[in-house]
Antibody, heavy 120, light 110 residues
């Protein structure tokens, strides 16, 4: 059974750095072909893909946000970490961790999401 | 890349069929057979309904079908049920390991 769970602060101040952790089970990121992404959704708005990390430690970022994002993994802990620098109120969103189907990059499993509010 | 274009809303009565469109460009929808559709109920995470344009994951009812013509993909929900009322998002591979989503369509079951 595949599960993913996001954790991190619910509130961050403008200009601060956000660190989110995805803890997953039911699969291993050391297995060939496995990938995990972060996707966010501002309240009442559409989904936005942020970043992806693959089993071989290849990393990919949204073109518009790549300068602010870093994704990493700890295979021994079954965790993926996303950091986003220089947070702004427009970054207020629910952040989802998701397992990716490598053949077409669709999401077959989603975490429940964690709401991050950026406010002073 | 710009988001894929979806109609903001769609509706149908129980038992009817409804089709939701997702328009992109030759660099995303038209260039790859990697279009997915997700259903999202309020306050919940999205759920994969269609992948690779036409394929249904295990457990997704056959009432859901996908297709593509040129730069436009479509999701058809047949035999509408109350539980189908939700937001629907398309996504597509856009090259260079990028994925883009549509703006979402709110489906109302009348």
């Amino acid at each position: 059974q595949v599960t993913l769970r996001e954790s991190g602060p619910a509130l961050v101040k403008p200009t601060q750095t956000l660190t989110l952790t995805c803890t997953f089970s039911g699969f291993s990121l050391s297995t060939s072909g496995m990938c995990v992404s972060w996707i966010r959704q501002p309240p009442g708005k559409a989904l936005e893909w942020l970043a992806r990390i693959d089993w071989d430690d290849d990393k990919y970022y949204s073109t518009s946000l790549k300068t602010r994002l870093t994704i990493s993994k700890d295979t021994s802990k079954n965790q993926v970490v996303l950091t986003m620098t220089n947070m702004d109120p427009v970054d207020t969103a629910t952040y989802y961790c998701a397992r990716i189907v490598p053949s077409d990059l669709s999401v077959d499993y989603w975490g429940q999401g964690t709401l991050v509010t950026v406010s002073s | 890349q710009s988001a894929l274009t979806q109609p903001p809303s769609a509706s149908g009565s129980p038992g009817q069929s409804v089709t939701i469109s997702c328009t992109g460009t030759s660099s995303d929808v038209g260039g790859y057979n990697f279009v997915s559709w997700y259903r999202q109920h309020p306050g919940k995470a999205p759920k994969l309904m269609i992948y690779e344009v036409t394929k249904r994951p295990s457990g997704v009812p056959g009432r859901f079908s996908g297709s593509k013509s040129g730069n436009t993909a479509s999701l058809t929900v047949s035999g509408l049920q109350a539980e189908d009322e939700a937001d629907y998002y398309c996504s597509s591979y856009a090259g260079s390991n990028n994925v883009i989503f549509g703006g979402g369509t709110k489906l109302t079951v009348l």
